[in-house]
């Protein structure tokens, strides 16, 4: 008698993953902590200063033009660290995304596709939002992919403040989310916002590109081994490469991924251990999280209001409304709505521990936009413009409601996000992994 054919088993959509990502996982999510942190008091202090009667001294520091003009680089301080200490934020950004597709939980399609269709619908969404409001107003309108990228750092800070309990394929999927949004954020740059490219720069930067990438290809252990080497060999042939590309009409802080991508993931000589990418994550992450966004954060997030009556005029503006609309509102329906729609037209559901209420609240820390939320406003309207300072305005309004929100939606969830912690430490088995993560012996994901 032939038996029927047993059902295939439903993928299920957020399960925990393997036991590695999710360690290096909640090693990264720390560092963005403290990060996270520092933007929001940068940013904060930002705030006060363009508000207070040292408004003008502000101002004048952040729009005194620095360096070398022949080389065409005498910019604004404000400019230098949207465009060259931003460059440091994106190499980590593009180092994060090369170790995701090549170790990571990007590389299986089949789990890297519901992150990945949730974050397009979460830089789609609001985009549209965004686009219907300012329909009217052409320049307006140039503003629409400001509330596309969500700021991963700002997002665990305020994670860390109101609950540590998040489940593990929650954390993961939110970082997967900024990471891909990351991504379709650098595209719009790369594609919408140059205006003009001129070749023979365009040309030049590829060859300390290819020069930067021989060296970390071919002396991996060099650099891994003699920590002075990649600030005095790699870090001056970056900015080489980081100049040109400034020259050549592209926005500059693209060299910092592609750069990032170029930086091998895994080991050579077929060893355990982390890669050259993971070393330079390290060695980099600091200057980024300490130095560079928190500097970025202060000069960009400072907009004179002019008290409550001007802040209530900014926020009633199309292109505040626009962004605290995308943000707070897009990013979660666009998230939510298309994970349940993959669960509905293929194999997948759910993870049993979860609901859906869980995945509304990371939708709604996604809506925390910032860091590249700021650079896109200013590379849509410029430094100074009423449209920037109105963006400045509905970023900083959006985020502070998203995180509002969330947090509305996480604290009563957080007695609940404690157990599910607690499960995924329990070793009843003592087998040195936990047993949320056990799974069959020969099973990859146990490694």
Not at 82 to 107: M, N, P, S
Request: proline letters at 6%; one cysteine or more; hydrophobic letters at 55%.
């Amino acid at each position: 008698m032939t038996q029927p054919p047993t059902p295939a088993r439903r993928r299920r959509i957020l399960e925990p993953g393997s036991y590695g990502e999710f360690l290096r996982v909640g090693a990264i999510l720390r560092k963005e902590t403290t990060g996270g942190l520092l933007l929001m008091v940068a940013a904060l202090l930002a705030v006060v200063l363009a508000n207070s009667p040292l408004a003008d001294g502000y101002f004048a520091v952040r729009d005194t033009p620095v360096g070398f003009d022949p080389w065409h680089l005498r910019l604004t301080i404000g400019h230098w660290a949207a465009d060259g200490l931003l460059a440091v934020f994106f190499f980590l950004v593009g180092l994060e995304l090369k170790h995701e597709f090549v170790a990571g939980d990007l590389r299986d399609p089949a789990r890297a596709s519901v992150p990945m269709v949730a974050a397009a619908a979460g830089v789609a969404v609001p985009a549209l939002i965004y686009a219907a409001i300012n329909l009217a107003n052409p320049t307006s309108l140039g503003g629409w992919a400001i509330p596309a990228a969500t700021d991963i750092a700002f997002a665990v800070a305020v994670l860390a403040l109101i609950g540590t309990h998040l489940p593990a394929a929650l954390r993961v999927f939110l970082l997967t989310l900024a990471v891909v949004d990351d991504l379709i954020a650098i595209l719009i740059i790369a594609l919408f916002y140059t205006a003009e490219v001129h070749l023979t720069p365009l040309l030049l930067f590829v060859l300390p590109v290819a020069g930067y990438a021989c060296l970390v290809q071919r002396f991996p252990a060099f650099f891994a081994t003699r920590r002075w080497a990649p600030w005095l060999i790699l870090l001056p042939l970056g900015f080489v490469a980081w100049a040109f590309l400034h020259a050549s009409g592209i926005h500059a802080t693209i060299a910092g991924v592609v750069l990032g991508f170029t930086v091998p993931v895994l080991r050579k000589d077929g060893r355990d251990g982390p890669g050259l990418a993971r070393t330079f994550e390290h060695l980099y992450r600091p200057l980024s999280t300490g130095i560079a966004v928190p500097v970025f954060a202060f000069f960009s997030a400072g907009v004179a209001v002019g008290g409550l009556g001007g802040l209530a005029h900014a926020i009633g503006t199309p292109v505040a409304l626009g962004i605290i609309g995308g943000l707070v509102l897009g990013k979660p329906l666009g998230i939510v709505t298309a994970t349940f729609i993959m669960t509905r037209f293929t194999r997948a559901s759910l993870d049993a521990s979860l609901r859906w209420i869980d995945l509304a609240g990371v939708g709604l820390l996604a809506g925390i936009g910032f860091t590249v939320s700021l650079l896109v406003g200013e590379l849509s309207f410029g430094l100074g413009s009423p449209y920037n300072d109105a963006a400045k305005v509905g970023v900083l309004v959006a985020s502070v409601v998203a995180a509002l929100a969330a947090a509305v939606v996480l604290v009563p969830r957080n007695r609940r996000y404690r157990r599910l912690a607690l499960a995924e430490v329990a070793d009843a088995d003592a087998d040195g992994v936990p047993d949320a993560f056990d799974t069959a012996p020969d099973d990859p994901r146990r490694a």
